[in-house]
Each structure stands twice: as structure tokens, then as C-alpha cells.
């Protein structure tokens, strides 16, 4: 876990002051900027916010400030508002949270209740993206949107790519490492003492909450992306009325009856997309693996010549693949 600094918008400071549990200042200091900590160096492009808990008293004074993203060229750096929100914790990192509500499920709800917009950085493959006007037109949009308050559409903040033109088309992984050299170049990372007395850029070794797919064996990235409802009701009574009429038989014909009944539309679930990703819908957003093209497939479990299993088993019995049932073939 990286921890960075986003310094205050034109230089300005504030005493940032920690207290033990008694109240006592343990802690004093004059800071300009305001430091936050990531797993992810890469999102910071698309920070809409950075926010901290309304009961958070070290940072009572910079909250409605703008402080400046430290990543992208100097001269079209975005500024971004200092919010309150009830997700942040006061005692995990330093307490304040960067705000991408497009690849993060916790940053998209904050997003969401603060209107606050949801910048898209990468594709389907999981890299960073190509599209769109250059960076500086790109920055610019973004820094109108965040001076006046108004939010645009969904679909117009997701035309602006806010992937500076150096970074574009790069994998999140060598992104990630270019952006965090930049920014140590920059000095604007958060430092403290080696053993031997250096100044080190602080990097925190913690565990975390890291979702994999179970099919590509990567790291899956939130991405928020589009979904369509289907109104399964009016798409079934063509199909339902063609069983009914003899049009379309189904063997065994025992499966009449529940398709009969009402025609279901499956709800999203695990596929692959175009780019042979690991792709899964939730609330809005989808989750993102690299290509599968890359990794060895697993072999496939085969029970002994010695053992039978009912004909609707389709996989090692205790495993998720054993519940399901055989499909009806239709004609």
C-alpha cells in the first residue's frame, strides 16, 4: 500500500494535529497537502474526490478545499474537492480516502451520494485507455466540472479519458509502476526513516481484500460499464406461444411444463467478453480480468473407469459443477 501526498490547491496550509485517546496532541504539524493511502497507484487518474469522516477533527479546516491529483503533467494537474462522507474510517490509513467511483464498489456508492463524477481509465483487457481527445482537453472538462458543481451524464463523463497521453494503452501493471516513480520523482510521496536513517518512500506491506477469477487465476479490476434490462415477460410469449401451438418441441418433453409456465431470463453472470476477459456484473459495474489466452488451462478432473455417477452430474461430486442439470435439446 502506497501512501502519496495530493497537495492543497495554491499552496495552502493547515496544523494537522493527532490526539491519543485522552485528547492529549501527540502529533503536530503544518501541512499542505493532504496524504492518502492505495493499493492501486493506477486509478488515481480518475479521483473525483478526497474524502474523510465528518467526525474526523485533522482534517475539519481543508474540508470544501480542492488539493491536486499528483499524477499527469504539471501544467494540466486536476484539482479535486475535499468531501465528507460516512465510508471513511478515521482509523485506517491516514483517514482520508481517494474517491474513483468507477473501479471501486465502496468509491461508487460515496460517488454516487456526493454526485460526484465516475471517470472510466481502462478497457476490457484491463488496461489503461486509448480513446478520446488528448489528456489536456480531457483534463480541462474535468476541472470545469469539478469548479461548477454540475454533474453532466453518465455517458458524457465517460467520453472524457483522463489517462494522461504517456500512460495510455499501457498495462495497469506497468502503469502502475511508471506512475509511482513519477510521483517519487516528484517527491510527493510519504516518507519516513529507514533503519539506516534514509528518507524512504513509505510503502506499507497489509493484506487485503483481493477478489481473483476463478477461471483466469488474475486480479479482477471494477469497471463501471453499461447493462440493459430485458423485459422477459413480452420477449417470452412469442417462444411460450410456440410451445404451446407444437412449433417447438422439447425432448424430454417434461420440460414443456416449466418453460411453459414463464420463460426466465438469466440474470448476469460469469462470461466471456470479446477481449477473452473474466468479466462479472454487480451493481452497475463489472469486474475485469486480463485475457485468458495467456495462462495454461487446468486439466480437467476425470473420475476413475471404476465409478458411475447419475446422468445430470457434470462434475467432481462436492464441486459447484455437480448440481447442475442436464439441458433439454430442443427442435
Known amino acids: 500500500m502506497w501512501h502519496f501526498k495530493y497537495p492543497l490547491a495554491g499552496g495552502e496550509t493547515y496544523t494537522y494535529v493527532e490526539k491519543d485517546e485522552d485528547g492529549n496532541v501527540t502529533f503536530e504539524e503544518q501541512r499542505d497537502y493532504i496524504s492518502i493511502a492505495t493499493t492501486r497507484p493506477e486509478t488515481m487518474l480518475g479521483d473525483g474526490a478526497v474524502a474523510v469522516h465528518p467526525s474526523d477533527e485533522r482534517?475539519?479546516?481543508?474540508?470544501?478545499?480542492?488539493?491536486?491529483i499528483p499524477v499527469g503533467p504539471k501544467e494540466h494537474r486536476r484539482l479535486i474537492p475535499i468531501i465528507t462522507d460516512e465510508h471513511p474510517d478515521p482509523d485506517f490509513g491516514s483517514g482520508a480516502v481517494k474517491i474513483t467511483g468507477a473501479h471501486d464498489f465502496n468509491d461508487y456508492q460515496v460517488a454516487r451520494r456526493n454526485h460526484i463524477p465516475l471517470y472510466r481509465l481502462m478497457n476490457e483487457k484491463a488496461a489503461l485507455r486509448e480513446d478520446g481527445e488528448p489528456y489536456a482537453t480531457?483534463?480541462?472538462?474535468a476541472m470545469e466540472i469539478a469548479k461548477s458543481g454540475e454533474l453532466p451524464s453518465e455517458a458524457d463523463v465517460d467520453d472524457i479519458n483522463l489517462v494522461p497521453d504517456e500512460y495510455r494503452g499501457l498495462d495497469r501493471h506497468e502503469a502502475r509502476k511508471r506512475i509511482v516513480d513519477a510521483i517519487n520523482a516528484d517527491g510527493l510521496a510519504v516518507t519516513v526513516m529507514d533503519e539506516e536513517g534514509?528518507?524512504?518512500p513509505f510503502v506499507e506491506?497489509?493484506?487485503i481484500m483481493q477478489p481473483f477469477g476463478d477461471r483466469s487465476g488474475v486480479v479482477i479490476e471494477p469497471m463501471l460499464t453499461d447493462q440493459w434490462f430485458a423485459d422477459a415477460k413480452t420477449l417470452a410469449e412469442p417462444a411460450i406461444a410456440s410451445v404451446k401451438e407444437g412449433r417447438t418441441k422439447f425432448v424430454?418433453?417434461?420440460?414443456?411444463k416449466p418453460i411453459s409456465s414463464g420463460w426466465k431470463i438469466s440474470s448476469?453472470?460469469?462470461?466471456h467478453a470479446s477481449s477473452g476477459g473474466d468479466t462479472r456484473f454487480r451493481h452497475g459495474m463489472v469486474r475485469t480480468a486480463p485475457s485468458l489466452s495467456k495462462r495454461p488451462r487446468k486439466k480437467r478432473w476425470k473420475p476413475p473407469s471404476s465409478t458411475t455417477f447419475p446422468t445430470k452430474a457434470r462434475g467432481k461430486p462436492g464441486s459447484r459443477s455437480s448440481s447442475r442439470t442436464t439441458s433439454p435439446a430442443i427442435s
Open 198 to 200: 534514509v528518507e524512504i
Open 59 to 68: 482534517y475539519a479546516s481543508i474540508i470544501g478545499k480542492f488539493c491536486e
Open 268 to 271: 448476469p453472470g460469469a462470461f
Open 252 to 256: 424430454p418433453k417434461n420440460w414443456e
Open 205 to 207: 506491506n497489509k493484506k
Open 138 to 141: 480531457c483534463a480541462k472538462q
